[in-house]
């Protein structure tokens, strides 16, 4: 909920020709709130297409941002609109649960279009969820093309630290798995929010200065989750209510160090979920820029752990580059998830088109 991601890429859905600019579009904070209620207002939801309390004003919100940013990116870069071929939109993700099919990510597709003049790709995740996948993660197939950019040594994974960490193993034969490991930043930007005002640990300060409380820690890291096999997936809340709970009286630094080492931990704890030790692992997302959490995965895997920069690649705009490849794979009728990925039965293409 920090912003807009935007990127152009040159792809034809299997390969990439070439990476464009960038953009990174902030909410303001007023919006930013609307967008937490609207989490809150999804709770309840039984059906995707229902928008009650702050989600219809969340909705309208996530879809103006999103096209403004596009426009500001193409007139900074002297981009026609109309030479754009398709627009990958992913969309604000309220609720996530596959259990109960269901998966609901807010942005008004057709409005969207209408304002470009672009056709848009949208609703990435229904038709896996509705198979019986888990929805997520969608990336991998994008992480098997820039490993093969990448020339590094295979086996080989990437981590994405959003709000929710999730990786994608890609194996020496090319092999793919993927899933969720545990939190990322969520619950470490709502302990910062809640206890210094600023929505993230900015640069790992609080959790730097902080000690690991290893009993609360334990307790976290003693959940079901964890334990269940791969393909799984997680809502961004699944944790909330226990790390409120465990943490509870912990000074603010002790509360975030202690936050940073369930991710960390969390992380590992995938490991026994692989075939095989992976030779390097390559981060990206927000979470390349806590240096704790980046230190801290390199002391606990053993092997190299860099960032999606210094691969050529980007830690910030990799998920903004990949909707707009799975976009193109839409256009082509690729699949996006497979059975080792989502648990989906069988590949399957995702998304729908909406035209201006």
């Excluded at 509870?248 to 202690?258: D, F, H, M, R, V």
């Excluded at 959490?293 to 690649?313: K, N, T, W, Y």
């Amino acid at each position: 909920m920090d912003g807009v991601d935007v990127a152009v890429i040159e792809t034809d859905g299997i390969t990439v020709s070439a990476f464009g600019p960038t953009l990174a579009l902030p909410y303001k904070e007023d919006e930013r709130a609307v967008l937490r209620q609207a989490l809150v207002d999804a709770l309840g939801m039984s059906e995707c297409g229902r928008r009650p309390g702050k989600i219809n004003r969340a909705e309208i919100i996530v879809t103006e941002r999103h096209a403004e940013a596009i426009e500001i990116l193409c007139a900074e870069n002297s981009i026609p609109l109309p030479s754009v071929d398709v627009v990958g939109f992913h969309g604000q993700t309220v609720l996530h649960r596959p259990d109960q099919r269901l998966t609901v990510q807010i942005g008004n597709p057709q409005w969207l279009a209408f304002r470009l003049g672009v056709p848009v790709v949208y609703d990435f995740r229904a038709a896996d969820v509705t198979a019986g996948g888990q929805g997520a993660p969608l990336v991998p197939v994008f992480h098997q093309a820039l490993a093969a950019m990448s020339g590094r040594e295979l086996p080989l994974a990437f981590l994405n630290l959003g709000g929710v960490a999730n990786i994608t193993y890609i194996g020496r034969n090319g092999e793919l798995i993927a899933f969720d490991t545990g939190p990322a930043n969520a619950l470490l930007d709502d302990w910062a929010l809640a206890h210094t005002g600023k929505p993230v640990d900015v640069d790992g300060a609080l959790a730097g200065n902080g000690q690991v409380d290893r009993v609360r820690l334990g307790a976290l890291m003693d959940d079901l989750y964890f334990a269940q096999p791969a393909p799984k997936s997680l809502d961004r809340e699944h944790f909330a209510v226990k790390a409120r709970e465990t943490l509870e009286g912990l000074a603010a630094p002790e509360g975030a160090a202690t936050l940073a080492a369930f991710t960390i931990e969390s992380v590992a704890e995938s490991l026994k979920h692989l075939p095989d030790m992976p030779r390097s692992w390559i981060v990206c997302g927000g979470g390349v820029r806590n240096p704790v959490i980046m230190q801290g995965l390199e002391d606990r895997l053993g092997v190299p752990v860099v960032s999606a920069d210094d691969c050529g690649f980007s830690s910030e705009f990799m998920e903004a580059q990949a909707f707009g490849y799975l976009a193109v794979r839409k256009l082509r009728d690729l699949p996006i998830s497979f059975p080792t990925t989502t648990g989906a039965p069988e590949p399957l293409a995702g998304g729908e088109i909406v035209t201006p």
